[in-house]
Every structure is written in structure tokens, then in C-alpha cells.
């Protein structure tokens, strides 16, 4: 057998209210993108999505809110979401993907079940104010930082395909690789008509270029996730995603976009010779 994948699932669990301008995100209230929004979902819903998370594979599981950043409430509501998906479901590595956070915040997290916390630097800094207006990549940057300081797992990873240069794509990794991040996910953008930016400027070659470059300034034992944009460019040739290194993907829905079952994206791997990780640092 090769080497083992690591699967990841992701749980929106509040979606499409957020008042940011990132043009890459359907979830900004701002460019009207037909998907869903809701406020939160309950907490038992989120458990048995949990639950089956995790009878189909997945090791990771995250739980994402829209908005720019941790509020009381919605640092609540998480907490207690870990809280209860800790006690049903065994061996889960919780993350949360919440946006914006402080020490305290993430303190928070940590004390209530949350394994590690996710958030992406999205682009290179210079390029980033480019697709944002309203916030800043310092405060990105920051963020990761704050989730290490308290012991959390770093998950930070980026978009590409957004219109950025080569030089921009090369700045992010590097800026990646200098959080030593436990995990990266690696998105390559999905156009949606709503959106500010129409049209993702990657080809498949260059998609593996930066996989490569990000194996080997993140090392050998991290974990490399090819996330959104997976089946736009590697579908029926997801092995060249993994021999250039990635080690992880993300099985099931993204955030509002539907990915491949479960089932089939397990065929798949089984079809090329891989096996599914059974433990997160085995
Ligand atoms: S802050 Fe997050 S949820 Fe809001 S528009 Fe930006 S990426 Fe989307």
C-alpha cells in the first residue's frame, strides 16, 4: 500500500452572514451568491453530522462559522459544540475555524475540547489587499500566532488562483512555513458568477508546482491538504496531488460548495493504492 491519507470534514455551522468584502467568499453578504444561510445549527444536529463524519473516515472534523471574527456568543457556542461532540465521538480532532481571535478566545476553545484552530493567510500579504478591504493579513497572521500561543494545533493554509502573481504565491508559502503550522490546506479558487474575482487564473501544473514547494518548506511530517478546488483540477488524477505530496483531503461538502460522497472519494483512494489514516499522528 502508499502512503496513508488523512480525511477531513467540515461542518458550516453558521453560514453566509458575514459583512467582510473578501471577493473570493461566497459567504459575504455583500455579493448576494445564491447558498445557503442560516443562523446556527443545533448543537445535537452538529453532533450526528459528527458522528457521521467519522464512520466515514474522517479524522479531522470542522466546525466553521462565517464572520469576520470570535464574538462572546459565538465563542460560546463553540465551546460548548466541542463540549458535546468530545463526549459522543472518540479519537476526533476538533478544529474550529472561526475567524478573528484572541489569546483569551482560544484559551477558551482549548479548555472546552478544540484540538486546533484554522485559520488561512488566503494570499500573500501584498496581494491581500487586493481581495479584502476590510480587514488585514496583519490580523491574519496575528490570529495563527494567538492559536499557538495557547497550545492549539495551527491549521493555516490559502487560497490560489485569484488573480495573484507567481511572487505572491511563493510569499504566501513562506509566510505559511513560518507559523510551522501542524496542518495546511491548500484551496484553489472556485469561481462562482457572484463573486468579485470571475475566473481562477491556476492551471493543473501550476496547482502541483505549489503542492511541491509547500511539502518541502512545511516538512515531511506535516499534513498537506489539497482542499476546495480539488475536483476542478485533479478529478480522475488525484494521484499526481498526492506523489507531489499532499497527504490529506477533504471528503464530503466544503463550505458551500458539494464535493464528491464520501463513498466515492473512499473508492478512489482504495482504486489508486492508498490507505485512509486511522490516527491523526500515527
Ligand atoms: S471574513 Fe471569512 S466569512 Fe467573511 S467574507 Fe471573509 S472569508 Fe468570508
Known amino acids: 500500500?502508499?502512503?496513508?491519507?488523512?480525511?477531513?470534514?467540515?461542518?458550516?455551522?453558521?453560514?453566509?452572514?458575514?459583512?467582510?468584502?473578501?471577493?473570493?467568499?461566497?459567504?459575504?453578504?455583500?455579493?448576494?451568491?445564491?447558498?445557503?444561510?442560516?443562523?446556527?445549527?443545533?448543537?445535537?444536529?452538529?453532533?450526528?453530522?459528527a458522528k457521521q463524519a467519522k464512520a466515514n473516515g474522517a479524522l479531522g472534523y470542522c466546525l466553521v462559522t462565517a464572520g469576520k471574527g470570535l464574538d462572546d456568543k459565538k465563542v460560546d457556542f463553540v465551546a460548548r459544540t466541542a463540549k458535546a461532540i468530545k463526549a459522543e465521538v472518540q479519537e476526533l480532532n476538533l478544529i474550529a475555524c472561526n475567524g478573528t481571535a484572541s489569546i483569551e478566545q482560544l484559551r477558551y476553545l482549548k479548555e472546552h475540547g478544540v484540538d486546533s484552530y484554522n485559520h488561512n493567510l488566503e494570499t500573500s500579504e501584498n496581494y491581500y489587499k487586493t481581495i479584502c478591504t476590510t480587514h488585514s493579513w496583519a490580523e491574519r497572521y496575528e490570529t495563527c500566532q494567538n492559536a499557538k500561543s495557547v497550545g492549539l494545533q495551527l491549521c493555516t493554509g490559502g487560497i490560489f488562483g485569484m488573480g495573484e502573481e507567481a511572487g505572491d504565491r511563493d510569499s504566501l508559502l513562506d509566510a505559511i512555513a513560518s507559523l510551522q503550522p501542524e496542518s495546511t490546506p491548500l484551496n484553489f479558487y472556485h469561481p462562482n458568477k457572484a463573486l468579485p474575482i470571475k475566473a481562477r487564473n491556476i492551471s493543473q501544473e501550476e496547482a502541483l508546482e505549489i503542492v511541491k514547494k509547500a511539502r518541502k518548506l512545511l516538512g515531511e511530517d506535516r499534513l498537506l491538504m489539497v482542499a476546495a478546488g480539488r475536483e476542478l483540477l485533479f478529478d480522475g488524477c488525484e494521484e499526481l496531488m498526492f506523489e507531489a505530496g499532499a497527504n490529506s483531503m477533504v471528503i464530503g461538502n466544503y463550505l458551500t460548495t458539494v464535493g464528491d460522497t464520501p463513498s466515492k472519494d473512499r473508492e478512489m483512494l482504495k482504486r489508486l493504492g492508498y490507505g485512509v489514516a486511522k490516527t491523526c499522528h500515527g
Not at 14 to 25: H, I, M, N, V, W
Request: aromatic share 10%; proline share 0%.
Open 1 to 49: 500500500m502508499k502512503k496513508e491519507i488523512f480525511l477531513c470534514a467540515i461542518n458550516n455551522i453558521l453560514s453566509g452572514t458575514c459583512l467582510e468584502d473578501c471577493k473570493f467568499c461566497t459567504q459575504s453578504v455583500r455579493y448576494h451568491a445564491d447558498i445557503e444561510r442560516y443562523n446556527y445549527k443545533s448543537i445535537d444536529t452538529i453532533v450526528n453530522e
